[in-house]
């Protein structure tokens, strides 16, 4: 296991009038965790945890978040200082090697990141064959997992340099998620460009047309820098344990990322962003009507729960979403965008935030409050936005496979459960069956 724990302190537990000793480990943060890794063993026991509410299931040295201060450090480093001093290029080194990038190291990642750019040429095709309307999720979640058969380096060789296999993902995503786009709207592809910047690259294969130049605009390739660099890494998320959990079975990096992929496109998770800006055109179609929405969200007879509110570590603000609607002011500003959208979502929060059911639950706006209008102000579409976030997310979810990789103490995810199905019963014949039934 990673890293150094201290274990002079431990909890007692007694089954059937016997105690255990267990012992107590203390993170880097001081947040606590009682090692139940020999309980089986020595007690025949296991631990039920549905939603894995109170489960670690790794150590790690990659994110720090404290949901009850509203803390989010990379690698110690806190998401104030790096959302407002650096490129997403920049975080994604950090994520990956543990530091920032020296100018020597910054200037060898982004020309990896260029030199990977282009996906293969018969990749191209396979977008020709998703039926029409095809979530952008699900095609980016193919594309990526293919790439395992067009770029088999990484799987003939899963310790190869961590440079090489992490801009090759990062860089031919970008790639993808940016034909996703012109594809649905049957526009022809523009490739990349090794002389602009990741984000800037990016944009200019999503807007420029042969017909209409796309001009890039500094204002708008920061807020994406900014946006990004928010969505890099969350710890043990859904997506990023989904990641952990496929590549424990010692699959290959593009497969494991596809599964995050897939789990990032659940609307409880990666997916809420979209749903968020869909809830605020059906409260602006319905003339600004967000009370309806509120009350809807508070009956406990309805399942609709107010998207873009909650989240299952921050039971105080998540900081991405401070940070978030600050760079949704200036985009908007910078573009001369106005969006009722924004006016829409501010009021919600306003009520929401003064309202006794969501005091009470400590809920708060998240990191996909806002972050869809501001990709509205760039002119990215909605069905577009978990591509987004995936797109951000990958640094992380790379950060993690590795780590887990590397980790002496890896073994094969493989949770248990408690049966409560029939007992033991004999077997019946099909006639008896077939006799029972008439
Ligand atoms: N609107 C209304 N009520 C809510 C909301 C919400 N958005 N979120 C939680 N609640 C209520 C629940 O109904 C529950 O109420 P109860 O105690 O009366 O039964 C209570 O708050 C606790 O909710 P849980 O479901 O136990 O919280 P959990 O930690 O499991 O869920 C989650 C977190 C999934 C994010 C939830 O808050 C939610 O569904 N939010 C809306 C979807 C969303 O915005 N997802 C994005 C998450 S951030 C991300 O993935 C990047």
């Known amino acids: 296991m990673i890293g150094k724990f201290t274990t002079n302190k431990t909890a007692e537990l007694t089954i059937d009038g016997k105690t255990f000793s267990l012992p107590i480990i203390e993170g880097t943060e001081g947040e606590r965790a009682i090692d139940i890794r020999h309980l089986r063993k020595e007690t025949g026991h296991i631990t039920l945890d549905s939603g894995f509410m109170n489960t670690g299931s790794c150590a790690s040295e990659i994110t720090y978040l404290e949901g009850a201060k509203g803390i989010l450090n990379y690698r110690g480093y806190a998401i104030d200082d790096l959302a407002e001093n650096c490129s997403f290029v920049e975080v994604a080194y950090l994520l990956l090697h543990g530091h920032l990038p020296t100018s020597e190291e910054y200037s060898h990642f982004s020309n990896l990141l260029g030199r990977f750019a282009l996906i293969h040429e018969d990749m191209i095709h396979f977008f020709d064959h998703f039926p ?62 090794h002389d602009l910047s990741y984000c800037a690259n990016f944009l200019n294969m999503m807007f420029d047309s042969p017909v209409k130049p796309y001009t890039i605009n500094d204002d708008v390739v920061a807020a994406l820098n900014k946006i990004l660099i928010l969505h890099a890494d969350h710890e043990q998320n859904c997506s990023t344990s989904a990641v952990r959990l ?44 967000y009370q309806t929405y509120i009350d809807r969200a508070k009956d406990p007879n309805d399942p609709f729960r107010l998207v873009g509110f909650g989240h299952r570590v921050y039971k105080s603000h998540d900081p991405r979403s401070r940070i978030i609607k600050k760079a949704c002011d200036e985009v908007l500003v910078a573009l001369k965008v106005s969006d009722p959208l924004l006016d829409i979502a501010k009021e919600l929060e306003e009520v929401a935030l003064n309202d006794e059911f969501f005091i009470e639950r400590n809920l708060y706006p998240n990191v996909d409050f806002y972050s869809g209008i501001i990709y ?63």
């Not at 034909?179 to 022809?188: A, L, Q, R």
């Not at 979209?274 to 003339?287: G, P, T």
């Open 132 to 193: 029409p309307n095809t979530a952008p999720m699900a095609i980016l979640s193919s594309m990526v997992n293919s790439l395992s058969n067009f770029y088999p380096e990484m799987t003939e060789n899963p310790m190869e340099d961590i440079d090489i296999m992490a801009t090759r993902l990062i860089s031919k995503v970008r790639t993808i998620a940016a034909f996703t786009f012109k594809k649905s709207k049957g526009s022809p592809l523009v490739y990349p460009r």
């Open 246 to 289: 496929v590549g424990s079975a010692r699959v290959n990096l593009y497969a494991s990322i596809s599964a995050g992929i897939s789990a990032l496109w659940g609307p409880l998770h990666g997916g809420a962003n979209q749903a968020v800006v869909e809830m605020l055109e059906d409260i602006y179609a319905s003339d600004g009507d």
């Open 376 to 438: 509205r102000a760039i002119g990215i579409p909605n069905n577009m936005f978990t591509v987004m976030f995936a797109l951000g997310r990958l640094p992380g979810w790379i950060a993690h496979w590795k780590e887990m990789w590397d980790d002496p103490d890896w073994r094969i995810g493989r949770p248990r459960q408690i049966y409560v199905g029939p007992k033991h019963r004999p077997f019946i014949p099909q006639e008896e069956r077939d006799k029972e039934s008439r």
